[in-house]
């Protein structure tokens, strides 16, 4: 034998033995499948697919929807489990060790004419109701620029939109973000923002599903006139053993811990806690409480007998600011901000299959959200000023307010369902939310000289002095539906709800319908349509940009919004996993609660507080102003098409996956005798959010927002500013006299004019690139995730507002208007980590 042929079985060898030294010791996957009872499911269908090489292994479940897959090489695996008529359950990130079996426990739910139902690659496209869009939270988890937050996502959708660059507030078809509604395993959750709304309060870690519906929502939802966004949080993963997951990102960092009760086999735990890191740090350098938050959440599955599981949530969070702000290059201005935000929340869901037709869940939960603000400061408003050049010509504003306020919700609700045959699903339900609220203002400085509106909740002038407001009621809903199965290919649900408020003491009946109708194999249109109303309360002005005062609200006989809802949608499957649909959708708006004018008596009673010489006279503010007492006085509609296109990951193999939307919308108001914009109406938006997976171990995502802005209330002009006179006071009278700089010159303010100016500007266009690179090594199983991030890679100078700013006029007697744009994002580099441990 030659030498070289010695050498080449040598190497044979070697590698032989190599590969059988390194070939990963035998694993396997095992588990139950259930329905949302906690009863089995049999012949349900179970894939799982390998995230190296795309190979798949299946099962189906036996009578007590138990499944096993043996063999099976450790690393990384996609989840899927489907049976025809429910909702399918998915894990697409599960982590496998060599020489252990995973045991999952995943549970199938029935669905609704506004859920998503795909049972294999060649069924027909999803069967969701117009403008109901599902999100896994992988998608959250990776989009580029959302920074793990569900609402940066959902701003991406046809539609939606955040009222600015920093808030998750969002606005949905034209509406206010006080007409969305947040709905977490049953519960209302009044405040589900952190950090002043730059972050939310979920943690994609345990959310099992989020679905988000932008109108004609289904009868069992309501009290809102906007959207719904339903978020399932998932239950701890019944293994054996301790699993966890840490990840940090923009914002925070988290850790989840979750395993099996000791001594049960269906019952699990699960506990997840996050905090911000940096003010960790920054605190050490500039000796202050930055905002700041540490949530810690927690949630027990029980399964108390075949078929009955009982749920138990807690949830604490406490968030705040103690800091001092100053101006290097004014030794004079400075603010201090003190914050607190508690939100505390506990439920208890029961669920149970009765017999084989019926099922029923309650959840009675108790829900807290208290809130301080305390700003304390001296600034020079860009707004008002004399015609001086130097900054003796701005004096100093003293603004100082504190606000209190307190929203506790006890609630229950039940809801129950029947199948009658195999064409009808007859759901019935019913809540109650027994409500204590509280909303204080103490107001000793001086007003937002930027607020047109007198009752903007940023310091308008309308909003008293001192407030001590309670709101103490009970809100009753009740509802029916019928998913009933015409035909086959053609389903309607119709609906019923009643809700009655103790606020208005009054009952509104809101007839609902949505309809699916299969016109071929791969296109379905759907309906949907109905009465949708909203009841006045302190719970929803917590996200309003206005404040209305609701001490004597049924003296006032303040009744409930309404809007009635009209939608269209055609939706066709182009290809496997690529979607394409096309919605219409038009909105009728009355009884809306708006601020109502002074009467006459107000305004001449104020007027007649202003102390100017005949010369300025005709700078004092005549016209009424919009005050902070509630009365049914709006109008308006909202109409528009959308088109979104979507092309899902439906294998390892998929390299590109994304979506792209386009709003053509219009939203309109009429009040105080005109027609005019509505606050968040955007005649254009687009949306385009991909990820390309380079290979492997690399993926590149890109997120591209295109928008018309907002509309605004620019300044038409400046008028003397006044200011109240301290002798007055000291005797208790009010009087304003005009305002003079250091040397004697009349400073002047911005006018905004009367309601005949509201919203009569535009804010520029809005652009935004968004980057982000996943590096995914294989180091200990796959457990590793790391990326960077760009928010604003090109760093646009967007305007979320426009400031109105005065400046010296040297031909002029008095200063010029000039405008700014404020409120962006700026360039801002980030990056993250995660393991599965």
Not at 76 to 103: F, K, M, S
Not at 207 to 232: C, P
Request: glycine share 10%; charged share 20%; aromatic share 8%.
């Amino acid at each position: 034998m030659t030498l070289a042929r010695c050498t080449s079985l040598l190497l044979m060898l070697l590698v032989g033995t190599a590969t059988a030294l390194a070939q990963p010791a035998p694993t396997g996957l095992s588990g139950q499948v259930r329905d949302e009872s906690g009863a089995p499911i049999p012949d349900a269908d179970v894939t799982v697919t390998a995230s190296v090489d795309g190979a798949i292994s299946r099962a189906a479940t036996d009578a007590d929807g138990r499944f096993a897959i043996p063999e099976l090489v450790p690393g990384r695996y996609a989840v899927i489990v489907e049976r025809a008529g429910l909702v399918p359950a998915v894990i697409p990130d599960l982590v496998i060790d060599a020489g252990t079996t995973r045991a999952l426990t995943l549970v199938l739910r029935v669905p609704g004419i506004s859920e998503v139902v795909s049972v294999g690659a060649d069924q027909a496209p999803p069967a969701a109701a117009p403008s109901t869009i599902e999100l896994p939270p992988t998608i959250v988890q990776n989009v580029a620029g959302a920074a793990e937050n569900i609402y940066r996502v959902l701003q991406t959708l046809p539609g939606v939109g955040a009222v600015n660059d920093f808030d998750s507030r969002l606005t949905v078809r034209g509406g206010g973000p006080d007409q969305n509604l947040t709905v977490m395993d049953g519960v209302e959750i009044h405040n589900p923002y952190r950090l002043f709304g730059l972050t939310s309060a979920f943690n994609p870690e345990t959310v099992a599903n989020f679905e988000l519906t932008t109108g004609g929502f289904s009868a069992k939802y309501g009290d809102r006139l906007s959207s719904i966004l339903v978020v399932e949080n998932r239950p701890g993963r019944a293994s054996p053993g301790l699993g966890a997951t840490a990840a940090i990102g923009l914002t925070d960092g988290n850790l989840v811990a979750e395993g099996r009760v000791p001594g049960t086999n269906d019952s699990s735990w699960l506990v997840t806690g996050r905090r911000t890191y940096y003010d960790l740090v920054a605190e050490r350098i500039v000796d202050a409480d930055l905002p700041s938050f540490a949530d810690l959440q927690a949630r027990l599955d029980l399964q108390v007998r075949p078929g009955h599981r009982i749920a138990i949530f807690g949830l604490n969070s406490r968030e705040g600011t103690d800091a001092r702000f100053e101006d290097d290059d004014d030794g004079d201005e400075y603010v201090d901000i003190l914050t607190s935000t508690q939100n505390d929340l506990g439920a208890v869901s029961y669920a149970a299959t009765i017999g084989s037709r019926a099922f029923s869940r309650t959840t009675v939960s108790w829900y807290r959200n208290r809130e301080l603000i305390d700003f304390a400061g001296d600034l020079r408003p860009g707004a008002r000023r004399s015609n001086s050049p130097d900054t003796d010509g701005m004096p100093l504003a003293a603004i100082v307010f504190t606000r209190r306020l307190s929203i506790q919700d006890v609630a229950l609700r039940h809801e129950s369902g029947i199948n009658l045959g195999t064409s009808h699903l007859v759901e019935a339900g019913v809540e109650t939310h027994n409500l204590d609220t509280t909303w204080r203002w103490r107001i000793a400085g001086e007003r937002n000289f930027d607020a047109s509106n007198g009752s903007s909740g940023q310091g308008g002038a309308g909003i008293p002095s001192l407030l001590d407001s309670a709101q103490a009621s009970v809100r009753v809903g009740a509802w029916v539906t019928d998913r009933w199965t015409m035909a086959p290919g053609v389903r309607v649900e119709p609906g019923l709800r009643l809700d009655w408020s103790g606020v208005t003491g009054e009952t509104t009946i809101s007839p609902r319908l949505a309809a699916v109708i299969d016109v071929t194999s791969r296109t379905r249109l759907r309906l949907a349509g109905g009465l949708f109303t909203q009841s006045p309360g302190y719970e929803k002005l917590l996200q309003s940009d206005y404040f209305l005062d609701l001490t004597d609200a049924g003296g006032l006989s303040v009744k409930s919004e309404r809007a009635w809802h009209a939608l269209t949608a055609v939706e066709r499957r182009l290809a496997r996993g690529v979607t394409i649909r096309l919605e219409g959708y038009y909105k009728d708006f009355d009884r809306l609660a708006l601020g109502r004018l002074e009467t006459p008596e107000e305004t001449a009673a104020r007027v007649a507080t202003y102390d100017f010489p005949a010369s300025l006279a005709s700078g004092i503010p005549r016209a009424a102003q919009v005050t902070t007492v509630p009365a049914n006085i709006g109008t308006g509609r909202s109409y528009g098409a959308e088109i979104y296109a979507e092309k899902r990951a439906t294998s390892p193999d998929t390299r590109l996956s994304g979506w792209a939307s386009y709003t053509l919308g219009r939203a309109e108001t009429t009040a105080y005798g005109r027609v005019f914009a509505a606050d968040y109406d955007r005649r254009h938006a687009l949306s385009v959010v991909s990820s390309f997976r380079l290979n492997r171990l690399i993926e590149v995502g890109a997120t591209f927002r295109a928008q018309s802005g907002f509309p605004y209330t620019p300044a038409i002009g400046v008028r003397p500013a006044s200011v109240e006179d301290p002798l007055a006071a000291a005797a208790g009278r009010t009087r304003l006299i005009p305002l003079r700089d250091a040397r004697g010159q009349l400073v002047w303010s911005a006018d905004y004019g009367d309601t005949s100016n509201f919203n009569t500007g535009r804010l520029p266009v809005f652009a935004r690139l968004d980057m982000r690179v996943t590096f995914r090594p294989r180091w200990s199983s796959d457990r590793w995730q790391l990326y960077v991030e760009v928010i604003n890679l090109l760093n646009r100078d967007n305007a979320s507002e426009i400031n109105t700013v005065l400046g010296f006029d040297p031909s002029s007697d008095r200063p010029a208007i000039t405008e700014e744009r404020t409120g962006r994002l700026p360039l801002l580099p980030s990056f993250g980590l995660r393991y599965r441990f």
